[in-house]
């Protein structure tokens, strides 16, 4: 008994090798007739319809042409599909999507929201109840004056994606982040800021923020913000009408 469990394991991990050799020429080949492949696998044609036939099952999509000119190879929509997205990549892509549908051009938009569905795949449930509110966060204004543009390009020379990561993953999942902020005469300053919504005045771009310290709404342009940590602390979005007031005293255009 105990030999026949000692073959039975064998045989096992036998096939499993064979598999995982078989996806690994499907992934580095193109079309391959099923003479060679059962050849280089050592296996009647038979025992290898049957192999791809369970790859089929694990989700790996596998064509297999009979015809002449044709063989057995990979879907053509596989080279996507086997993609693999660091966390920050996704919500940086999110991000990106969300901006591109709150300026409402139709010249990209015909797959975004499918690939919206699928890069929301990755996320957990609670996760993914905050970013679908995501377009209605981000709004897009004029164009920046000439006086912000002055400040601006200089700013955006000393910008690091190390801050504004912490900056964007706080803003999509609402969570508080602390920045240090250099002001328009270049006085820095400590923040701890929920920030609930992005604007655009393009090229620049401004958070509008509850400042937890200070205990009020501001106005943060991103290329001042010099370091950014996140914190675990979550915060509860605040309707826009909120911001009117800073808004109001305050033209985005020309912080």
């Known amino acids: 008994m105990c ?4 073959m039975n394991r064998a045989n096992t991990n036998k096939h499993l090798d064979r598999l995982e050799q078989l996806t690994a020429i ?17 296996v009647s044609t038979r025992t290898l319809f049957r192999d791809i036939a369970l790859l089929r099952e694990r989700g ?7 015809g002449r000119g044709g063989g057995i190879q990979l879907h053509r929509s596989w080279g996507v599909g086997r993609l693999t997205l660091e966390n920050q990549e996704v919500i940086d892509l999110l991000l990106s999507l969300a901006i591109a549908e ?6 990209f938009m015909t797959s975004l929201s499918s690939i919206k569905h699928k890069l929301m795949a990755s996320f957990s449930a609670q996760q993914k109840d905050k970013l679908r509110t ?37 803003f999509l999942f609402s969570k508080v982040v602390s920045i240090d902020y250099k002001d328009f005469h270049n006085v820095s300053t400590t923040r701890n800021i929920e920030p609930h919504y992005l604007y655009l005045s ?27 940590i996140l914190t675990e602390q979550n915060f509860d979005l ?15 255009r020309t912080l």
């Open 60 to 66: 790996l999509p596998i064509d297999a042409d009979k």
């Open 26 to 42: 499907l992934k580095s080949e193109g079309a391959i007739t099923a003479l060679s492949l059962a050849t280089e696998l050592g």
């Open 202 to 228: 393009y090229p620049a771009w401004y958070v509008l923020a509850w400042d937890t310290l200070r205990k009020d709404f501001r106005i943060f342009r991103c290329d001042r913000i010099e370091n950014a």
């Open 134 to 170: 995501l377009r209605q966060r981000i709004h897009i204004g004029e164009s920046a004056s000439p006086h912000v543009l002055a400040s601006y390009n200089n700013n955006l020379k000393e910008a690091k994606i190390e801050t504004q990561s912490p900056l964007y993953s706080a």
């Open 3 to 6: 030999h026949i469990k000692k």
């Open 102 to 107: 709150s300026m409402n051009s139709h010249l």
């Open 238 to 252: 605040r309707p826009l009408s909120d911001f009117n007031v800073v808004l109001t005293e305050r033209n985005v």
